[in-house]
């Protein structure tokens, strides 16, 4: 725990620095002063091949991210998690010409009682 996921679609590929935005906000995550344990934030991103926005004609693309954390933080502070993800992302994302990208970032809380984590031996 946390874990945060990163979908975004493929025609926002080219540009788009993959390593280094996870890099970059995970970095700006665990300087939030929320993670306890650094090693306990896993990141991802992950490419949509099979996607649609809305009905309309027209390029379109997305990012999508999600935190997920156990309980206990107030509003204030998740909010100030996900503007702390979308400032990075709104850097990070290619914004191709004539195409309309849109991002999203939101926190999910895990059910405690049923999260198991543990660090397996070498």
């Known amino acids: 725990m946390p ?10 590929e080219d540009g788009f620095a ?4 996870l890099r970059e906000v995970n970095e700006t995550l ?7 344990n650094e090693p306990d ?5 992950v490419p949509l091949d099979d996607y649609v926005v809305g009905t309309g004609a027209g390029a379109r693309g997305f990012v999508y991210c999600v ?3 156990l309980p206990g933080r107030d ?15 709104r850097n990070r994302i290619p914004r191709p010409a ?3 990208v849109q991002l999203s970032v939101e926190i999910v809380e895990m059910h405690k009682p049923s999260y198991v984590k ?3 031996p070498a």
Do not use: F, P, W
């Open 41 to 45: 934030l896993k990141s991802r991103i």
């Open 18 to 21: 993959l390593a280094e935005t």
């Open 118 to 120: 543990e660090v397996l």
């Open 75 to 89: 509003d204030a502070t998740k909010a100030a998690l996900t503007e702390r993800i979308g400032v990075v992302m």
């Open 3 to 12: 874990h945060l996921t990163i979908e975004y679609t493929r025609n926002l």
């Open 30 to 36: 665990v300087a939030s002063g929320q993670i306890r």
């Open 67 to 69: 935190l997920r954390v």
């Open 98 to 100: 004539g195409m309309m």
